[in-house]
């Protein structure tokens, strides 16, 4: 099992100018290591839409790369999202699954099917070519230079160990955010 904070630390530290989404568990994490104008926080009633929001991004902005940080249950929300990445595929998108089989910021309830979903195969059955499953910290190493290279879309599963993280509270309301990536983007 990896350490989430441990991925999150090795993926800013390779970053440059990608714009990122976050949401539930990973949004207050990442804005420890990064909160400027290319960090998009997606948690106000946004749980299982940060993919689809990513892939717009991705679509609008072909030229920037766009990692979309989501757990395992946001990405149970909205699964039809992976047959749309498919469809239109975005070279330049990123989505990783952070996955610990739980609802962390609302208690660590079990999502539905902890322990037995396989992210891999159902990105793969939504017709996604490029995807990971990474569970230890040689293969995390190992896969982290394609987070930023090669052809997209690309799915990483990230299976961590659980934590407790709160409910994430960001800088600004959701309207602010979007200015300033918009302003960030040059729109």
């Known amino acids: 099992m990896l350490d989430k904070y441990a991925c999150l630390r090795k993926l800013f530290s390779l970053r440059r100018d990608e714009i ?4 539930m568990s990973v949004a207050a994490p990442w804005a420890r290591l990064s909160d400027g104008p290319l ?14 929001f990513g892939l717009g991004l991705a679509l609008a902005r072909p030229e920037r790369r766009v990692i979309v ?15 749309t990445m498919a ?21 660590n309830q079990p999502i539905p099917g902890a322990g037995l979903v396989d992210f891999e195969t159902l990105a793969r059955g939504a017709g996604l070519a490029h995807v990971h499953t990474i569970e230890d ?33 960001p800088r600004a309301y959701i309207r602010q955010r979007a200015l300033e990536l918009r302003q960030a983007l040059g729109q």
Request: charged share 15%.
């Open 39 to 52: 960090d998009f926080a997606m948690v106000e009633s946004s749980m299982g839409q940060a993919p689809a």
């Open 87 to 107: 469809q239109n595929p975005a070279d330049n998108l990123i989505l990783v699954i952070v996955e610990n089989g739980t609802y962390e910021v609302t208690g």
């Open 20 to 23: 990122v989404v976050t949401t």
């Open 137 to 169: 910290a040689g293969d995390f190493d190992a896969c982290l230079p394609l987070h930023f290279k090669g052809p997209g879309p690309r799915v990483f599963t990230w299976k961590v160990r659980g934590a407790e993280e709160p409910v994430p509270k």
């Open 69 to 83: 940080l989501n757990g395992d249950g946001s990405t149970l929300m909205c699964l039809g999202t992976l047959v």
